[in-house]
């Protein structure tokens, strides 16, 4: 084991993928010289030279499209948007053409493509530089949706996901990149599609992704010395959704609440809810809680993001309404 | 020459904007770096005569939406000192209480367009304020600043060509500073000069040397005295120099130190100041005496920003709707 940030952990995965399979390049803005807008992609220029780390000009929807040519050309682009935010540019490439060509072609062109991107708030970044956008893309069938939450899964889960012959959204939180976390030396992968269990608890399971995993460990923490013993499930990938590991978790402890960092409405949490009274009906003893952003654009100034994002209080407060009703 | 009818207290005027624009950037700079303030910023060193060459050309029914690194234009049209700095310390007497960023603060009522973090996305708003000067049968223009590298954006490429279309009283203002974050604009288009996009849009494309405030205010008089008579949009190209890093937080580590030291030597203070002085316009006493009162305005603003509030919390959920 060795521990890596989740920067390094992401930067690790490209390199590691550049060096296997001579399909794969990255394509984005500022990735070269300057390293990437999170320097994620620092030193990969000097390493792999401009053939594979393709600087753009400021121009989104050129970069998804793009990487859809040449995914259908048979390489693999890893593409950046520099804030997952500029998604919005780039939504029509994504949508219409990224997620329907495999249908389109009924099967017969496979379309490897990742494009990843930093998302989330904290930062004092202002409206457009802080959206959970996971929920504006989960209504497209054709697209893989992963979020990682530490640095092992997001090192495991964008080997997967470069080796996917299907276009994979891959959301990265930009308060995680700091932080760190034990990775196995060799070589290993996570598979797409599994959820993971990873506090066990029986009295409510705690369901979240990306940073709001953190969050819910730390309530979990707060809660057990409150002797409520919660359970915290990481859904890692939002689409295709591990309902199974969901509900056996729901099953157990009966109750639960989905924490994301986006606001409520219209957010993945209304489609984990909905899954699981379908999955896990008859075990449930509480309504399902939801936990997330308030209903505003992102406010800039601190006191108000701070006031707007979800954070471990509001989570431990939930909680307590669930369990103690 | 627009440039000819400028009076004593104009040039004034010019070079005030210019030494509180940069004199404001060095202390926002400064006091980002100790950790005091919680906007973003972008310098705007080594630009500052691009926005007030221009901006000071813009009157009560003209409008404008500056570009992230255009500060000038905001002082010129209203925004005061005081309530940019508060907003830089995400004050609640900063814009919209804390709600918005500063560079991106929204007033109709003082002829300043919302802007947005999303590069370009601000490009089709500002048609729209044209189009809303037309039909309101003002002879008001809007002006609309922002990057070289912006002009990759789809965005910038329908707005041009509906404003066009439209004759709207639009100018597009490109601030060139040759750069888009750590992409030189070789990387970013395969032209050398941003204005010949106009072509292609059936505009006027006016290319001018971005450093000196004088030739900046005669591109911008002549443009705006087009649109005011229904002869629709320009796209003028300011060229430019970028003295900092991309942001405050960017060490600028990927470009050459002696080639950005080289970029001072064309400071748009200092070719001023000289026009200044040789012409006799001004005298050093008076250039004194107006950098004294720029300071003077800058320093109470930090005060103030320092003193205010943080934003209550009860205001976050408040006018999401009207
Ligand atoms: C759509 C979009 N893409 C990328 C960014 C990140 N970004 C902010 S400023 C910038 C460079 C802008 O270059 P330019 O327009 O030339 O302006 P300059 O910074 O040189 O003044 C980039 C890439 C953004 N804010 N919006």
């Known amino acids: 084991m060795t521990i890596l940030s989740v920067r390094q952990a992401i930067r690790e995965a490209m390199r590691e993928e550049l060096l296997r399979d001579d399909k794969v390049f990255l394509i984005g803005e500022s990735l070269g010289p300057y390293g990437g807008s999170f320097k994620l992609t620092e030193g990969l220029l000097a390493e792999f030279g401009p053939e594979k780390i393709m600087d753009t000009p400021l121009s989104e929807s050129a970069i998804v499209g793009c990487s859809v040519g040449a995914a259908m050309m048979g390489f693999r682009p890893i593409a950046e948007l520099m804030f997952a935010d500029f998604v919005t540019i780039g939504m029509d490439q994504l949508v219409n053409n990224a997620a329907k060509m495999i249908y389109l072609?009924?099967?017969?062109?496979?379309?490897?493509?990742?494009?990843?991107?930093?998302?989330?708030?904290?930062?004092?970044?202002?409206?457009?530089?802080?959206?959970?956008?996971?929920?504006?893309?989960?209504?497209?069938?054709?697209?893989k949706?992963?979020?990682?939450?530490?640095?092992?899964?997001?090192?495991?889960?964008?080997?997967?996901?470069?080796?996917?012959?299907?276009?994979?959204?891959?959301?990265?939180?930009?308060?995680?990149?700091?932080?760190?976390?034990?990775?196995?030396?060799?070589?290993?992968?996570?598979?797409?599609?599994?959820?993971?269990?990873?506090?066990?608890?029986?009295?409510?399971?705690?369901?979240?992704?990306?940073?709001?995993?953190?969050?819910?460990?730390?309530?979990?923490d707060i809660l057990a010395k409150e002797g409520i013993d919660a359970?915290?499930?990481?859904?890692?990938?939002?689409?295709?959704?591990?309902?199974?590991?969901?509900?056996?978790?729901?099953?157990?402890?009966?109750?639960?609440?989905?924490?994301?960092?986006?606001?409520?409405?219209?957010?993945?949490?209304?489609?984990?809810?909905?899954?699981?009274?379908?999955?896990?009906?008859?075990?449930?003893?509480?309504?399902?809680?939801?936990?997330?952003?308030?209903?505003?654009?992102?406010?800039?100034?601190?006191?108000?993001?701070?006031?707007?994002?979800?954070?471990?209080?509001?989570?431990?407060?939930?909680?307590?309404?669930?369990?103690?009703? | 020459m627009y440039v000819e009818k400028l009076n004593p207290k104009d040039y004034e005027k010019l070079y005030y904007y210019l030494y509180l624009t940069r004199y404001a950037d060095e202390l926002i700079c400064k006091n980002y770096k100790q950790g005091m303030l919680q906007e973003s910023h972008h310098s705007c060193q080594g630009e500052e005569a691009i926005a007030v060459g221009s901006g000071i050309l813009l009157g009560k029914d003209d409008y404008v939406c500056p570009s992230l690194r255009a500060r000038g234009y905001f002082y010129l049209k209203g925004a005061t000192l005081k309530e940019m700095m508060a907003g830089m310390y995400g004050k609640v007497t900063g814009p919209s209480r804390g709600k918005n960023t500063s560079h991106h603060m929204g007033d109709m009522d003082r002829g300043i367009v919302c802007g947005s973090g999303i590069i370009g996305g601000a490009l089709p708003v500002a048609v729209g304020v044209g189009l809303g000067i037309k039909k309101r049968g003002s002879k008001g223009v809007v002006l609309v600043s922002f990057g070289d590298g912006s002009t990759s954006r789809g965005d910038f490429h329908e707005a041009m060509n509906l404003a066009a279309v439209w004759k709207l009283p639009v100018l597009f203002v490109c601030e060139n500073n040759r750069m888009a974050m750590g992409n030189t604009i070789e990387g970013e288009m395969a032209i050398d000069r941003v204005a010949i996009r106009a072509d292609a849009y059936g505009m006027p494309g006016v290319t001018a040397n971005g450093n000196d405030v004088l030739a900046v205010y005669e591109a911008t008089a002549a443009a705006i005295e087009r649109a005011r008579k229904g002869g629709g949009p320009t796209l003028l190209e300011f060229t430019t120099h970028r003295w900092t890093g991309h942001g405050v937080?960017?060490?600028?580590?990927?470009?050459?130190?002696?080639?950005?030291?080289?970029?001072?030597?064309?400071?748009?203070?200092?070719?001023f100041r000289k026009v200044l002085l040789a012409k006799g316009?001004?005298?050093?006493?008076?250039?004194d005496r107006i950098e004294k009162a720029a300071m003077k305005e800058v320093d109470d603003a930090v005060e103030y920003a320092v003193q205010s509030d943080h934003p209550p919390v009860d205001i976050v959920a408040t006018n999401v709707y009207v």
Not at chain 1, 167 to 187: A, M, R, T
Not at chain 1, 257 to 262: K, P
Not at chain 2, 281 to 287: A, G, N, P, Q, S
Request: with cysteine.
């Open chain 1, 145 to 220: 949706i992963v979020l990682p939450s530490n640095a092992h899964d997001a090192k495991g889960l964008l080997k997967s996901a470069v080796r996917d012959d299907n276009p994979v959204v891959f959301i990265e939180h930009k308060l995680l990149y700091n932080e760190k976390g034990e990775v196995p030396e060799g070589e290993y992968t996570v598979p797409i599609g599994k959820a993971k269990v990873v506090r066990e608890g029986k009295d409510i399971s705690i369901i979240s992704y990306s940073y709001m995993v953190k969050k819910s460990l730390e309530a979990a």
């Open chain 2, 249 to 271: 937080k960017d060490a600028d580590a990927y470009r050459d130190r002696a080639v950005v030291e080289s970029y001072k030597q064309d400071c748009p203070l200092d070719n």
């Open chain 1, 105 to 143: 072609h009924d099967g017969a062109l496979p379309l490897p493509l990742v494009l990843r991107m930093p998302e989330g708030g904290g930062a004092t970044m202002g409206p457009h530089h802080s959206q959970c956008v996971e929920s504006w893309i989960l209504n497209i069938p054709g697209l």
């Open chain 2, 281 to 287: 316009i001004l005298k050093k006493r008076d250039l």
């Open chain 1, 231 to 325: 359970e915290v499930v990481d859904v890692r990938t939002l689409r295709p959704l591990d309902v199974e590991t969901l509900a056996e978790s729901v099953r157990k402890t009966e109750k639960a609440v989905i924490v994301h960092e986006a606001p409520v409405t219209g957010g993945a949490g209304g489609e984990i809810a909905a899954v699981l009274q379908e999955a896990a009906f008859d075990y449930l003893d509480a309504p399902i809680g939801r936990v997330g952003a308030l209903e505003t654009p992102v406010p800039y100034s601190y006191t108000l993001e701070q006031a707007y994002l979800p954070n471990t209080q509001k989570i431990v407060d939930k909680v307590k309404q669930l369990v103690t009703r």
